[in-house]
């Protein structure tokens, strides 16, 4: 599965131009408000209308602007989530994702069953939509959506109505949908967290523009791409190796190495995206004794950029890169250059909201 995109409008106080190409996977448009990600959205499913693009997904033509190509809404196949779940109120849930079907085109697809299955939603089948949390009722929108055998879904920020608890109960059906469902998904965030738990690929929007793209581990790492610089930081994807229920840890292993982590509700074999804020890893040019902190990770500097008074070091721990944002004046005492030995002393995780018994950051 292939996703092209190359769109150009302009508005009298706007304009914006944006070419990427995505895979299969859970793609994020990151960026501060106002930086169009929404827009792309709207130009995808064909509810705005660019002056010059086009857009292909998995090889059918939905838009080319230059060969007069400009499928209808209806036929383009594409599911949608809002920021609202936009529930019909005078129908269960059950009626709510059977009117999904009814966009559906072809034989084939998931079940109903399947799809309230997927997103734990069964036992809600008969109840209307006033009777729900705001979590259960994007589950149910993200059903009706997922029932019209899309070929493509966007969520554009799905999340973001939601208090944090809400947040904490959709997001693991979220990252099912991701794994499971075989569905590419266009997904809208100005949230750090959720991107880094949830994508696979990230474009980041600035002004109309791309302001880079790429894996979610390299654009992370990226200060000068993240509205909030402070949170830069590396995503590493680990698995669930086992539990120590007496000591209250979970072991997680990765490319970077081994780590340990406060107890997490997940089975083993579980895969997550873990994330390490920059600014809780902490550099040694020795083997540290003595700490509290249970992860040290051996590796080596591979790059170092000075942003003001800070200096980002990359460090190639195993087979990933771990980002450690020290003063320049540490950096310069501590001798570093490209090539040096160090260990990566890793004092928190940042699990983003899910993860940990409250989400959050997790001492570890």
Do not use: W
């Amino acid at each position: 599965m292939t996703i092209e995109i190359d769109v150009a409008l302009h508005r009298r106080t706007f304009a914006l131009e944006v070419a990427f190409t995505a895979g299969a996977g859970l793609t994020a448009l990151f960026g501060r408000s106002g930086s169009g990600k929404t827009t792309v959205i709207d130009l995808i499913a064909g509810l705005s209308h660019p002056q010059r693009g086009r857009i292909v997904i998995d090889g059918t033509v939905l838009l080319d602007t230059a060969q007069g190509v400009r499928m209808p809404v209806h036929r383009r196949r594409i599911g949608c989530v809002f920021q609202e779940a936009r529930l019909l109120p005078h129908l269960s849930v059950r009626q709510n994702l059977r009117f999904g079907r009814l966009f559906a085109r072809g034989s084939g697809g998931p079940s109903l069953d399947a799809v309230a299955d997927l997103l734990g939603i069964a036992p809600l089948l008969e109840r209307r939509p006033a009777g729900l949390s705001g979590g259960e009722r994007q589950r149910v929108a993200i059903g009706r959506a997922l029932l019209a055998r899309p070929r493509l879904l966007l969520m554009d920020e799905p999340l973001s109505a939601l208090d944090e608890a809400r947040k904490r109960e959709i997001l693991p059906y979220i990252e099912r949908l991701r794994d499971e469902a075989g569905l590419p998904i266009v997904y809208v965030s100005h949230s750090v967290a959720e991107v880094a738990r949830l994508a696979s690929t990230v474009v980041v929007l600035d002004g109309g523009r791309v302001a880079g793209q790429g894996p979610v581990d390299a654009v992370m790492r990226r200060a000068d791409l993240i509205p909030d610089a402070a949170e830069a930081g590396s995503v590493l994807a680990m698995t669930v190796a086992g539990h120590d229920d007496t000591a209250g840890l979970t072991r997680l292993t990765g490319p970077a190495g081994p780590l340990s982590v406060p107890l997490l509700a997940l089975p083993v074999g579980r895969r997550l995206n873990l994330r390490l804020p920059a600014r809780d890893v902490l550099l040694a040019t020795e083997a540290p004794q003595g700490l509290s902190a249970r992860n040290v990770l051996p590796g080596r500097v591979v790059g170092l950029r000075e942003e003001g008074a800070a200096c980002l070091v990359e460090v190639a721990c195993g087979a990933a890169i771990l980002l450690a944002r020290l003063t320049r004046a540490s950096a310069r005492d501590l001798g570093l250059t490209e090539g040096s030995p160090v260990h990566a002393i890793v004092k928190s995780v940042a699990l983003d909201a899910g993860l940990g018994p409250g989400g959050g950051r997790l001492e570890i």
